[in-house]
């Protein structure tokens, strides 16, 4: 992957980034999203954020070789700590990461009030999705949009939230699904939730043999097993 051309999951998450927008790219190794965004001019201005000296390094050493220092700005920091409420954003990513990190980068950006409430965030968890919906929809946000793709033999999920004027609210199983994923049930969305069920059945397995006691585990797995049944039955 480079900045000419982003992996699968990059460019949907591109895709889902407003035209000219203001963006923040927190976690932006290489910055590989905001040079390609800036480059295809979807967007005029990017805050490529990083936490390690490292990846930040590239990112510079990236948007330098592009010759796009007007346009995107390297900032040090952890988190939304690199993002004020003057730098007017308008769309936040946060890819590549464990949605409870995720989780805990935007718990943290709004207890210092880097947030305006007017941001779309795009976001894409390696795994913690659940964890990360729960966020969203108890800080009133609401998924405009989600998109589940493979990507080099990995399957990712992407989600679009919003404040919008009115408060949406999530059954427990869309928080695990994810409210339009549920919806379409795609051929992606199915070898997940199989694959997820094969490895739940092994854990219910496991516990069953244990002599600790694991009644509240045992519960807890066996109603996701059944939740994930009924997600792929319902599709055929
Ligand atoms: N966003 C890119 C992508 O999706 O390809 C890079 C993903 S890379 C696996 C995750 C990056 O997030 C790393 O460069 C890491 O240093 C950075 N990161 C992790 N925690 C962070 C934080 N709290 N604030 C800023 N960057 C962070």
Known sequence: MNANELSLRLQVVANYVPKKARLADI??????????????ERIQYAIAGEVVQGPYEAARKQVSKNGLE???????????EVVF????????????????LIRDILERGKRMHRFSGKERLILQPNVGEKQLREWLAAEGYTIIAETILEDHHKIYEVMVAEKLDSTASYTQHELLFGPHLLQE??????????????????????????DQQLEDKIIQVEREIQWIKEALDESK
């Open 27 to 40: 976690g932006s190794d290489h910055a590989y999203l905001p040079v390609a965004l800036v480059r295809n």
């Open 70 to 80: 007007q346009f995107i700005e390297i900032r040090l920091g952890d988190g939304m």
């Open 85 to 100: 409420l003057e730098d007017n954003i308008e769309a936040v990513t946060i890819c590549g990461m464990g949605g409870v």
């Open 185 to 210: 049930r795609s051929t992606v969305f199915l070898k997940k939730w199989q694959h997820q069920l094969g490895k739940l059945e092994k854990v219910r397995a496991n516990l069953a043999k244990s």
